[in-house]
């Protein structure tokens, strides 16, 4: 049971430059949600998912896409990366229905120049 | 959601209990307390939730006020590691679909 896998660790784009990321849970969770976070800063929503084939803004949506076109997958992606969206980005599911126990993943280390 | 407020920081002894307190003052009847901790740039972590009762799992206990308004977060006997930011966050059922809005929350310092 690997849990909440975030895909890649670290990235380094050039301004311009399009990437995806990608986060897998095996526990069959059904909400999915994208975080960023910046230094000193607490994690803010980007998107979330509450099923495959839907999505959702969070509070900083702007300059990111998103896709949930399995259950176990989320995708975030950037089309012309931006050096203010250099940051750690996370991602985590949980059950529907249960108390809001959300599995974090470890985290992709963003860096655009 | 309801905001929360946590002191920036708190030291404690390495095996005293650690006490975080935390406001929220606004919570509406139908949304819990819940703690997360992060550890040095980790994911977050769930620690535990509560909704008037007071709580204990194997990690912490959750102690809320009668009036909901404000909780603490008891870590019995600290350790090194539990040096962690530590974030109170209020979120409530029907249409939140689990959305977490994390504040910056208390960075707590376990010394030896």
């Known amino acids: 049971n690997a849990g909440v896998t975030q895909t890649p660790k670290f990235r380094v784009l050039k301004t311009g430059q399009s990437m995806t990321l990608l986060c897998a849970q095996d526990?069959?969770?059904?909400?999915m949600y994208w975080y960023r976070q910046d230094p000193g800063m607490g994690l803010r929503l980007i998107h979330y998912?509450?099923?495959?084939?839907?999505?959702a803004k969070g509070e900083v949506p702007d300059g990111y896409n998103v896709s949930r076109l399995k259950k176990q997958n989320f995708l975030l992606g950037l089309e012309s990366a931006a050096p203010s969206q250099t940051s750690v980005y996370f991602c985590?599911?949980?059950?529907?229905?249960?108390?809001?126990?959300?599995?974090f993943g470890p985290g992709t280390r963003l860096t655009v120049l | 959601d309801a905001k929360t407020t946590q002191p920036t920081s708190m030291d404690c002894a390495e095996g005293r209990a650690a006490n975080l307190p935390c406001n929220h003052s606004?919570?509406?009847?139908?949304?819990?307390v819940y703690w997360y901790r992060q550890i040095h740039s980790q994911g977050p972590q769930y620690i535990i939730h509560g909704l008037k009762n007071n709580e204990t799992n194997e990690m912490a206990s959750l102690i809320i006020t009668e009036d909901r308004k404000s909780s603490t977060l008891i870590l019995p006997h600290a350790t090194l590691r539990d040096t962690a930011v530590y974030y109170c966050?209020?979120?409530?059922?029907?249409?939140?679909?689990?959305?977490?809005?994390f504040g910056q929350g208390t960075i707590l310092t376990v010394h030896p």
């Open positions: 985590a599911s949980v059950r529907r229905g249960g108390y809001n126990e959300q599995f």
């Open positions: 998912s509450v099923g495959e084939g839907t999505t």
């Open positions: 526990m069959n969770h059904e909400y």
């Open positions: 606004t919570i509406s009847g139908n949304e819990y």
């Open positions: 966050i209020v979120s409530g059922g029907g249409t939140s679909y689990g959305k977490l809005t």
